[in-house]
């Protein structure tokens, strides 16, 4: 064979070596590409499906801690932010989760940008090898509840202690005063004094509690507002004549709401008896209705010693007092106007102040009215 055919074909084997080599390799990575993608760990229909519908935050977290999908409350809580979980301490978790596949729950606390924390519980699982299930749910308005259900119960054992420890210490008084008549009709008075302030704190409490259910009205009535003044009036009449106090009643006549009688009646004739309490001798407490819109509103106006314009925030909240140091002669509870504002708040109304400290307040029920027109 000459040298020209010899060249010839081994130009020829080499072209074909070469071309099998190229034609090798894009075999092999076009199957590579196609393991590739047999093996990404997508989300299953199935799961993309529930997180959907889901009113809690569910995140499915992959590989390298790339959020995969997420439920639209994920997305509105700020668990997620692009494709990733903003809390670090849940991201830990899912690490962990994924490296031993064992299930894991824990309470954190998620601070957000410019926004209060929230206390949530997180339980995640593993849904594969690759895939991992977060499930966060935010705790935080069932520890505001605890918290206050743990203050009121403190504030109830002290508020209860103070008249069962002045019975008890003027039961004593009036053994060891036995042959002194007049010793003994003076402790017994303030004995029934006590008596009185702790039976009040008591029916306070129970009505307080039952309010605090945030209950719906179960069968509304019809609430007429000139007998709940009437009433109201007449629960303090003795302690406005003790110390010549008018109580004036006034306003627009056959007024009527929808509602629970006792419960309004019961917040009137709080803060009536509140404007008395607080008021000077000699001096006057307004009581009138009047219609405005679709609203009925209640005023009781005193002449009394006002509210600080630092504390007007806070006199709704339960057992606080303006003056406290006046609570043992006034006989109060602290829980009256917490009272009020939540017959107002489960009536559908609300509950407004205004006061000028030393010259006297104006509280307003403010109670959606009846079209009587229509009612009838």
């Known amino acids: 064979m000459d040298p020209t055919t010899q060249a010839f074909l081994a130009a020829l084997l080499g072209a074909v070596v070469t071309g099998g080599a ?47 999908k997420a439920s639209a409350p994920a997305y509105a809580f700020g668990l997620v932010r692009g494709n990733a979980l903003v809390s670090e301490e849940l991201a830990d978790l899912v690490r962990q989760v994924r490296r031993d596949g064992q299930i894991r729950e824990t309470e954190l606390l998620m601070s957000r940008s410019s926004l209060p924390s929230r206390h949530v519980t997180a339980r995640v699982a593993p849904l594969s090898s690759r895939l991992v299930l977060a499930l966060v749910e935010d705790r935080t308005r069932e520890r505001q509840v605890e918290a206050i259900r743990r203050d009121f119960v403190a504030n109830v054992s002290h508020e209860l202690k103070t008249p069962v420890g002045a019975i008890r210490l003027l039961a004593e008084a009036v053994n060891d005063a036995a042959d002194d008549p007049e010793a003994v009709k003076r402790f017994g008075g303030r004995m029934l004094t006590e008596s009185d302030r702790l039976t009040r704190l008591v029916q306070q409490i129970i009505e307080l509690s039952r309010l605090q259910g945030d209950d719906p009205l179960d069968t509304p009535a019809i609430v007429y507002i000139d007998d709940v003044l009437r009433t109201a009036v007449d629960t ?107 017959v107002a708040a489960t009536h559908g109304g609300d509950v407004r102040v205004w006061s000028v400290e030393g010259q006297g307040s104006t509280f307003t029920l403010c109670l959606p009215r009846r079209n009587q027109e229509i009612g009838r």
């Open 22 to 68: 190229v034609f090798a390799w894009h075999v092999s990575e076009r199957q590579q590409n196609a393991d590739s993608h047999v093996d990404e760990p997508l989300v299953p229909p199935a799961v993309g499906t529930v997180l959907s519908v889901l009113r809690s935050s569910a995140v499915v977290v992959g590989e390298d801690d790339v959020v995969l």
């Open 236 to 342: 303090s009449a003795i302690d406005a004549d003790a110390r010549r106090i008018k109580v004036v009643t006034g306003g627009m006549e056959g007024l009527e709401v929808f509602g629970n009688v006792e419960q309004v009646t019961a917040a009137v004739a709080n803060l009536v008896a509140n404007a008395v309490a607080y008021s000077g001798d000699d001096s006057t407490v307004l009581v009138s209705a009047k219609a405005q819109g679709s609203d009925v509103e209640i005023s009781v106006v005193d002449q009394g010693i006002g509210i600080p314009s630092g504390e007007m925030d806070r006199i709704f909240e339960r057992f606080y007092r303006v003056d406290p140091a006046r609570h043992r002669s006034t006989g109060g509870t602290g829980l009256g106007l917490s009272i009020v504002k939540h």
